[in-house]
């Protein structure tokens, strides 16, 4: 059993985190461990709670950490939610970055990149999170914006700059690969995507993802191999 703390150790402990002794403390909400902490408390509530529904004391109590923490790293619920979106953004964008192996035939990358994306975009946590963007839109027009546009990497952008290598090593003719990519990703969606937006169906299957894809490059290749 772990005993209360009184308001002056609180307040000491606060300082603490706050400003950072000369024995090497990390200064205040700089702490990547402690980040995570927090980011990975946060996905659990809003998990189980949608955006209006989950709390920040929610949030203190599932991370572990003190609410004097909390606001040391975010400012409030929304800044939390975005710092969350955008580590997944980052998560997906790496993943597809590795998954476009430049050393194999162009089907096989695709196949990779395609699978692992839409895997991704499907995903339980994926769609909640674009559910909640979508049931606050008009009260939150900036969550919805920072949530398509935060960063300047994301798949279409990742697989527009395979392609035009392609396109340059003389292997894919395409006129617009910024279309191209756009195509490329919505035919292996096809189909899956919405139904699991609007909760038609609770997952996809792997089968399925694979014959989509499968699908989607003969289309794709038919079109602009050489």
């Given amino acids: 059993m772990t005993s209360k703390k009184n308001p002056q ?53 599932e991370a572990g950490v003190s609410k004097g923490t909390l606001y040391v790293y975010f ?32 089907e096989d990358a695709l196949h990779d990149f395609g699978v692992t994306l839409v895997t991704s975009i499907t995903s339980d946590y994926t769609i909640r999170a674009m559910r909640t963007v979508l049931g606050v839109i008009d009260r939150m027009p900036r969550l919805a914006q920072r949530f398509f546009t935060a960063t300047p990497e994301n798949g279409y952008t990742v697989l527009k700059a395979y392609l035009d290598q392609q396109v340059a090593a003389g292997t894919l003719s395409i006129d617009d690969t910024e279309i191209a990519a756009k195509q490329f990703i919505e035919l292996s969606m096809a189909g899956l995507f ?19 894809v499968a699908s989607a490059i003969r289309v794709f290749m038919a079109a602009y191999g050489c």
């Fill in 9 to 61: 150790q609180e307040r000491s402990l606060r300082a603490q985190e706050q400003h950072p002794s000369a024995s090497g403390r990390r200064a205040a909400g700089e702490d990547p461990v402690k980040r995570e902490q927090i980011l990975e408390g946060a996905k659990r509530v809003f998990m189980r709670s949608n955006f209006d529904a989950a709390s920040m004391n929610d949030i203190t109590r």
């Fill in 75 to 106: 400012e409030n619920k929304e800044d939390l939610f975005e710092a969350l979106i955008a580590r997944e953004r980052s998560r997906i964008v790496m993943s597809v970055k590795h998954a476009l192996n430049v050393h194999q035939p162009i």
């Fill in 194 to 212: 919405k139904t699991r937006l609007f909760g038609i169906c609770d997952t996809v299957p792997p089968e399925q993802i694979e014959k989509n």
